[in-house]
């Protein structure tokens, strides 16, 4: 299966700042998914096919990518976007996530 | 709206089974597969397996082979996962999901069901 490796693991990042967090993957995929979590909640589809924001997402956030390295990023952190932010992929079976980057407002 | 409504949490055995139920909404429910997801406290997601509520077939991750057991009842547009011989490994929050049909995301969550195993 293919095995995706994010990082950093923990970004903590002050507001109004420019943030990315990578994901890259053990063999080349077509598109990359993003997920936000908060504690208590489940995932929310947060960029899907590696760069379409989905319903509700603000527009400081944008994907990027190709083949085995993607990136979600936010142009200026703001507190609500503290949370886990998990990539997958399903160019192959089974689908699988990475481990997640928790982004922390400091 | 689109809505996938799961019961509610579950304090079980060691050794036991126990069947999670996950009743969609807003849908027609034999248009899409469902799927499952496990996640332990603290850690990432796993994909466990899907169904095809319009035949009831079936398809697993390996690790789930043997572990979990989905089936749907069409009559009520409610999916189910019953887990088998459980262990502290199995205790997680479970959730069913729906993917879109086209890139491979997964657009619509349950709530999810924590499972927690202990004697």
């Known amino acids: 299966q293919i095995v995706l490796s994010q990082s950093p693991a923990i970004l903590s990042a002050s507001p109004g700042e420019k943030v990315t967090m990578t994901c890259r993957a053990s063999s080349s995929v077509s598109y990359m998914h993003w997920y936000q979590q908060k504690p208590g909640s489940s995932p929310k589809p947060w960029i899907y096919a590696t760069s379409n924001l989905a319903s509700g997402v603000p527009a400081r956030f944008s994907g990027s990518g190709s083949g085995t390295s993607y990136s979600l990023t936010i142009s200026r952190v703001e507190a609500e976007d503290a949370a886990t932010y998990y990539c997958q992929q399903w160019s192959s079976n089974p689908p699988t996530f990475g481990a997640g980057t928790k982004l922390e407002l400091k | 709206q689109v809505q996938l409504q799961q019961s509610g949490a579950e304090l079980v055995k060691p050794g036991a089974s126990v069947k999670l139920s996950c009743k969609a909404s807003?849908?027609?429910?034999?248009?899409?597969?469902m799927y499952w997801v496990k996640q332990r406290p603290g850690q990432g997601l796993e994909w466990i397996g899907e169904?095809?509520?319009?035949?009831?077939?079936?398809n697993f991750n390996e690790k789930f082979k043997s572990k979990a057991t989905l089936t749907v009842d069409k009559s009520s547009s409610t999916a189910y996962m019953q887990l088998s011989s459980l262990t502290s490994e199995d205790s997680a929050v479970y959730y069913c999901t729906r993917a879109d049909g086209y890139y491979g995301y997964f657009d619509v969550w349950g709530a999810g069901t924590t499972v927690t195993v202990s004697s």
């Open positions: 169904i095809n509520p319009s035949n009831g077939g079936t």
């Open positions: 807003g849908y027609t429910f034999t248009s899409y597969y």
